[in-house]
C-alpha cells in the first residue's frame, strides 16, 4: 500500500477494494486495522480520492505518533545517563 507516493505498509498487509469505492485492510506490523464505506457509489476499483486521503492521513499520523514517541524516549535516556 502506498500513501503519498511512499511504501508505507507493511510486507505483511492485505486488504481488498468492494463496491464503489470501499477498502479495507490490515496491517499486522502497525497494529491497524482500516475499513472505509460510503453511502454514495462511485465508479473507483482502487484508489478513491475519498479513502485514499483518509488512508494516508492514518499512515502520515501513526509516522508522526511514532516519531514522537521515539524522541521521548531518547529525551529520556539522556536524562537517565
Known amino acids: 500500500m502506498r500513501a503519498d507516493d511512499q511504501e508505507v505498509a507493511s510486507q505483511r498487509a492485505f486488504g481488498a477494494p468492494g ?16 475499513a472505509y464505506v460510503m453511502n454514495k457509489l462511485v465508479f473507483y476499483l482502487e484508489n478513491d480520492p475519498r479513502e485514499k486521503a483518509l488512508r494516508d ?13 521515539r524522541a521521548v524516549e531518547m529525551v529520556g535516556a539522556s536524562q537517565h545517563s
Not at 19 to 34: E, L, Q, R
Not at 57 to 69: D, E, I, K, N, S
Open 19 to 34: 463496491a464503489g469505492g470501499s477498502f479495507a485492510f490490515a496491517d499486522p506490523d502497525a497494529h491497524v486495522g482500516y
Open 57 to 69: 492521513a492514518v499512515y502520515r499520523a501513526m509516522a508522526r505518533l511514532a516519531a514522537r514517541t
